[in-house]
Structure formats: structure tokens, C-alpha cells
């Protein structure tokens, strides 16, 4: 007999499955996360655990994310283990309430996990900020006091109304001080009987003036003050309603949309002019440059003005020790035969002149024009907060090869740097020289800002 289909063995087999199906639907049907999935678990301390049972739910924003593991008595208080989900983030800062569960005094625990920007609460951690509110011994001894405040105002008010009651703190002295007051008016009324009616009798002279003021016909009496009025009345009504109409300036300025259309785009136009001009940032650049293999020192004076943030123009007058540099070709005939000759022409005292144009992409700066009076091409970027500029300039194409130059500019403070590099950089006849040098860059807001600070 082969012992795979005995009956006994069937029956085993069919009792173990249905055991596995009631263990697993227990599990599916309990409310503790530890059962399925992550879970975690924190502690806290009652004075008064009444009214909670292992098993019950725990909650966070009213959902609930786990079960009460376990009670028991730990140096006078109640220590209670709840298991929790594992994606409810506890911190430091969390906090227990017990809170009532309906009015049979029914309780359950909400957990506050605590400000997110705390450090975490580590696992199996204790929870120390408790708050029971839902005791009915407080509710009750809070009920007490209330019914104890509510009795002592009842017999302030008793006191207060009574014979006597002058003497039963501030409001029966309010109340004493009416009866005083009311006495005296009696008095006061039946002693100067005589006097207010003589009050009432001026009183009533008062009155029939103003009736003979109003009905004063005279060229200075209220009835022509009145029609002067009226026919002031009447203009401005006119004037409105020709303005309504469209009529005169005022009107065609009101009604009509054309003429309004042709003022706001006149305004439009000053506002685009002084706005664009408000917008213009210009700055003036001052600095000195020392070139370390000449022994010479070369200075810069440059203004740039900045219609907008992706674009600038600038101006610099440079001042080179090594002077401005000029080649002639000549030709001379002698004999029937042509000789070329090169002059190379140095002055010292010319000023030499770069005018160029810049579009800025974000950190990256492109600039062309005349540089150092000839043709060139010029590269920044610019790093940490535009506090560093790394610069290379190529010009004097004419010559072979260019005239290359690099440098870095670092402000130290607002308006105030330090330059250094590399000039002449592919230069065959030993002009090439490094350089160190410092300056100043101040915007117009800096002048601004000086001409407020000065004392002049």
C-alpha cells in the first residue's frame, strides 16, 4: 500500500493547511504592524493607565498605526510598550495623549511624533512628554471648581442686593452708590424746581431765534446764503454733465477712448525711458598692475556701463610703460633697384585705448572689440558668487604670433581686489612677464553710497 494516499495521511495533511490559513488570517486580522511588515517600538510612563487594555489601537492623527503590546508596574507608575509601524518617524520631541474614547470611559493612546527637524528617537526609546487628558478624575475635579466659582458669584449677588450690601466688596459699594445717586437727583429736581424752569424757558428763546434766522429774508439771510448755494449746486451739476456728454478737454479726455488710449501710451513711453535709465548700472574700474620681468608697472582706467544683466559695454584708457608700438614699411629706389625696409616706432607717452562689447552667459562672459588699439577677442568666468574672474584676452592679430594674455581678479571686499597672471604669453622676443596688482571697482550705488557718508 503506498502510504502518500492512506486516509490518515490525508486528514493530517488537510488539518495542517487549515491551521496554516487560521494563523495566517489572525495575523492578517491583528492591528500589530510587528505581525507583517517593519515595525517599532516605544515606551512611556502613566500615573493613572485605567480605562486601557493590551491589544487596544494606538493612533497618529486619529489612524491607526499600532497596538498596545504591554502593561505593567514599574516604580509606582504604569509602564506601557506600544509596537508601531515602521514608517511613523518618531523624534525627541514626540509626545503621548490619552485621550477619551465615547463617555463610558473608554481610552486610547494618540502619539504626536514631534517636530521632523529633531533628532530621531531610537528604537524601543522612551517617550517622556505624557499628557492625560483623558482622565475622569481631572474632568471631574475641573466640573467641582467651576461649580465652586458659579456658587461664590450667587452669593456675591445675594450679598450685593441686600441691606447692607455696601459692605459685600466692590459691586454692592456700585450698587449703594446708584441709590445714593437716584436720592440726590430726587433732591436736586424738587429744591431747583424754579431754576429748570427757567433753564427750559432760555432753552425755548433759543429755539425761536433760529426760527427767525431761517425765515430772514434779507440779502444776508440764510434763505440767500441758501439759494447762493443752491446755484453752486446747479453749475457743478452743468459741469458734470458736460463732462459726461464728452465736452471740452476734460470730457474728450473722460469719454473718449481714443484720446485716453494716445495718453496712457505717451506715459507708458516716459515710464519705459526713466525705468530703462533707473536700470543702467555703470561702475568705474581703477587698478595697477605690476609687470615682475620689465621692473614696470602698467595701470588701467575703464568705465562700463550695463543696460541690463546678459550684456555691457566698456571704455578703458591704459597706460603701458612699454609704450604704443607702431611698424612702417617704406620702400627705397637707388640705382634702378628697390630695397624694403621695417621701422618699428615706440612712443611713451600715447595712451593706449580698448573699447569692448560683452554678452554675459550666466558665468560665461564673451567680449570683442578693440583692445589695447588693435582688433581682439576676450573670455571670463566667473566663480563663487563672481568673487573670483578668470580672464584670457587675445589681440594684435597683425603680429605673429597674437598677443595673449591671462589673468585672476579676486575681491577681498565689496569694491576692492587683487589681480595676477601672465602677459604676452606667446611672445618670441622676451617680452612675456608675469604680474601681480590690486584696484578698486565701484559701481554707481558706491558712489551713491559715499556722497551720502560724506561730511560735505
Avoid: C
Avoid at 505624557?130 to 475641573?142: E, L
Avoid at 459691586?171 to 436720592?183: A, E, K, P, T, W
Avoid at 478737454?249 to 496712457?264: A, C, H, R, S, Y
Amino acid at each position: 500500500m503506498n502510504l502518500l494516499h492512506t486516509p490518515g495521511l490525508k486528514v493530517g495533511f488537510f488539518v495542517l493547511v487549515m491551521l496554516s490559513l487560521i494563523a495566517a488570517l489572525s495575523m492578517q486580522a491583528s492591528e500589530d504592524p510587528g505581525y507583517l511588515g517593519s515595525s517599532q517600538i516605544a515606551k512611556f510612563r502613566l500615573d493613572d493607565a485605567s480605562g486601557l487594555i493590551p491589544r487596544s489601537a494606538v493612533k497618529v492623527a486619529g489612524i491607526d498605526v499600532g497596538v498596545i503590546r504591554s502593561m505593567s508596574y514599574d516604580n509606582g507608575k504604569a509602564l506601557l510598550v506600544v509596537s508601531l509601524r515602521g514608517d511613523i518617524k518618531l523624534t525627541t520631541s514626540a509626545q503621548v495623549e490619552i485621550r477619551p474614547n465615547g463617555i463610558l470611559g473608554d481610552k486610547y493612546v494618540e502619539i504626536v511624533p514631534g517636530n521632523p527637524n529633531d533628532p530621531a528617537l531610537a528604537d524601543g526609546s522612551e517617550i517622556l512628554i505624557v499628557n492625560n487628558r483623558a482622565s475622569m478624575d481631572k474632568i471631574m475635579k475641573n466640573i467641582g471648581q467651576v461649580t465652586d466659582s458659579i456658587t461664590d458669584v450667587a452669593n456675591a449677588l445675594r450679598s450685593a442686593v441686600q441691606d447692607g450690601g455696601e459692605n459685600a466688596g466692590p459691586l454692592g459699594r456700585i450698587i449703594h452708590n446708584i441709590d445714593r445717586l437716584s436720592g440726590d437727583l430726587a433732591d436736586l429736581g424738587e429744591g431747583n424746581r424754579e431754576k429748570i424752569d427757567e433753564i427750559v424757558s432760555n432753552i425755548n428763546e433759543i429755539t425761536n431765534t433760529i426760527n427767525d434766522v431761517v425765515r430772514d429774508d434779507s440779502p444776508t439771510g440764510l434763505k440767500a446764503s441758501w439759494a447762493r448755494v443752491s446755484r453752486s449746486l446747479n453749475n457743478i451739476e452743468e459741469i458734470t454733465d458736460k463732462i459726461n456728454n464728452g465736452q471740452g478737454t476734460i470730457g474728450k479726455l473722460v469719454n473718449d477712448d481714443q484720446t485716453v488710449e494716445k495718453l496712457n501710451t505717451a506715459i507708458d513711453g516716459v515710464n519705459s525711458f526713466v525705468g530703462g535709465a533707473s536700470k543702467v548700472t555703470t561702475s568705474i574700474d581703477f587698478h595697477t598692475e605690476y609687470l615682475a620681468q620689465q621692473d614696470l608697472a602698467k595701470s588701467y582706467l575703464g568705465l562700463r556701463i550695463q543696460p541690463g544683466l546678459d550684456r555691457y559695454y566698456e571704455i578703458q584708457a591704459v597706460d603701458d610703460p612699454k609704450g604704443v608700438v607702431e611698424r612702417v614699411d617704406t620702400s627705397t629706389t637707388t640705382g634702378g633697384s628697390t630695397t624694403d625696409t621695417k621701422e618699428v616706432k615706440t612712443y611713451k607717452s600715447k595712451i593706449k585705448l580698448t573699447i569692448l562689447f560683452a554678452k554675459n552667459f550666466y558665468d560665461f562672459t564673451v567680449k570683442g572689440g578693440m583692445i589695447e588699439n588693435s582688433g581682439g577677442l576676450g573670455f571670463d568666468y566667473h566663480l563663487f558668487k563672481k568673487r573670483l574672474r578668470l580672464s584670457t584676452d587675445i589681440y594684435d592679430f597683425s603680429n605673429s604670433p597674437p598677443h595673449l594674455r591671462s589673468s585672476a581678479r579676486y575681491y577681498v571686499v565689496r569694491g576692492i581686489y587683487f589681480t595676477g597672471g601672465a602677459d604676452d604669453i606667446l611672445s618670441r622676443d622676451g617680452t612675456f612677464s608675469s604680474f601681480i596688482g590690486a584696484g578698486i571697482d565701484l559701481t554707481n550705488d558706491d558712489l551713491k553710497m559715499l556722497l551720502t557718508k560724506s561730511p560735505f
